[in-house]
């Protein structure tokens, strides 16, 4: 199958054996794994969760097209049109989502929203700094549970002290996020609600990849 054109670098998501969202893949990546027949499309059917092989997709392709043209985005090979799938399931591995979330700048001010977690105001990223809850010249180590932004003002009050030394609150408590802060998938479309079955509560644990 040769893809001439179309959404080939919209975002699919993948499940595992388990159903479970393991990462994101663009179209391109969806077909070539559809192609080698060691995934399957999931799609809603008269309200009703079904799997497809890329024989049987390929085939309902003249009746979607027909009936549900809104519904999908679309490719075109060399001889017919094709939905774009939303969601593929592997069959060959059952691999685990990545829990790891990297310890950077960008994280930690999404994690914390751009807001001093010390006055609780929010800033622009440019007037926030990072700031030790235990300083480092006493100990204190880079982690999720020791690192919070704080604005110019606060953090010079606090200075080399602990929060209770200066007499300082932390608005909430430093945590490690259980998913990347400024990769967290947003819905917009109404096209990829179907992926909310699979993206519970459970699920925005895993960090979806790009």
């Given at each position: 199958?040769?893809?001439?054109?179309?959404?080939?670098?919209?975002?699919?998501?993948?499940?595992?054996?388990?159903?479970?969202?393991?990462?994101?893949?663009?179209?391109r990546q969806?077909?070539?794994?559809?192609?080698?027949?060691?995934?399957?499309?999931?799609?809603?059917?008269?309200?009703?969760?079904?799997?497809?092989?890329?024989?049987?997709?390929?085939?309902?392709?003249?009746?979607?097209?027909?009936?549900?043209?809104?519904?999908y985005e679309?490719?075109?090979?060399?001889?017919?049109?094709?939905?774009?799938?939303?969601?593929?399931?592997?069959?060959?591995?059952?691999?685990?989502?990545?829990?790891?979330?990297?310890?950077?700048?960008?994280?930690?001010?999404?994690?914390?929203?751009?807001?001093?977690?010390?006055?609780?105001?929010?800033?622009?990223?440019?007037?926030?700094?990072?700031?030790?809850?235990?300083p480092q010249?006493?100990?204190?180590?880079?982690?999720?549970?020791?690192?919070?932004?704080?604005?110019?003002?606060?953090?010079?009050?606090?200075?080399?002290?602990?929060?209770?030394?200066?007499?300082?609150?932390?608005?909430?408590?430093?945590?490690?996020?259980?998913?990347?802060?400024?990769?967290?998938?947003?819905?917009?479309?109404?096209?990829?609600?179907?992926?909310?079955?699979?993206?519970?509560?459970?699920?925005?644990?895993?960090?979806?990849?790009?």
């Amino acid at each position: 199958m040769t893809v001439l054109t179309g959404f080939l670098d919209d975002p699919v998501l993948v499940l595992n054996r388990g159903y479970a969202a393991t990462r994101v893949v663009p179209v391109r990546q969806a077909f070539v794994l559809l192609f080698r027949r060691v995934a399957e499309v999931i799609s809603i059917v008269n309200g009703r969760w079904e799997q497809f092989d890329l024989s049987s997709w390929l085939e309902i392709a003249e009746l979607q097209r027909m009936y549900e043209q809104g519904e999908y985005e679309w490719v075109r090979t060399a001889s017919k049109y094709v939905a774009v799938p939303r969601i593929i399931r592997v069959h060959c591995c059952n691999r685990s989502p990545d829990h790891h979330v990297p310890l950077n700048r960008r994280n930690l001010y999404a994690r914390d929203g751009n807001k001093c977690q010390y006055c609780g105001t929010r800033f622009p990223t440019a007037e926030l700094s990072i700031d030790h809850v235990l300083p480092q010249s006493r100990g204190g180590e880079n982690s999720w549970r020791n690192l919070v932004c704080a604005c110019v003002r606060c953090n010079a009050r606090k200075g080399n002290r602990t929060p209770r030394e200066a007499g300082m609150d932390l608005i909430r408590e430093p945590h490690r996020p259980k998913t990347s802060p400024d990769r967290s998938v947003r819905l917009r479309r109404r096209h990829y609600e179907a992926w909310k079955v699979f993206l519970n509560e459970a699920y925005w644990t895993v960090e979806l990849r790009d």
